[in-house]
């Protein structure tokens, strides 16, 4: 799916006319987890960092803002992926 206008990704909704993140119905996300909520999608976070790591092809360093959303989890891809953390 190509991104919108802005650049963003196309947003994803199922039969049941919900939201869908990372294969999943975000209702019922909602209603297993409770709500706040904060969801992502893993595959498509690591395929970004890829993408980005790929677009300097060794030209440069790929680092991620962790003032934008920092976790365990996110820090674990940040390296995974070799991404910097910028903190």
Known sequence: ME???????PVRVN?????????RDAVDLAREFGTPLYVFDERK???MCRE??????????????????MCRAI???VDQEG???DV
């Open 52 to 69: 980005f790591v790929g677009a300097m092809s060794g030209s440069g360093v790929v680092a991620y803002a962790g003032k934008a959303f």
């Open 3 to 9: 991104p919108d206008q802005n650049g963003w990704p």
């Open 15 to 23: 039969k049941r006319g919900h939201l869908v993140i990372g294969e």
């Open 83 to 85: 991404l910097n953390l």
């Open 75 to 77: 820090a674990r891809i």
């Open 45 to 47: 976070i690591r395929a």
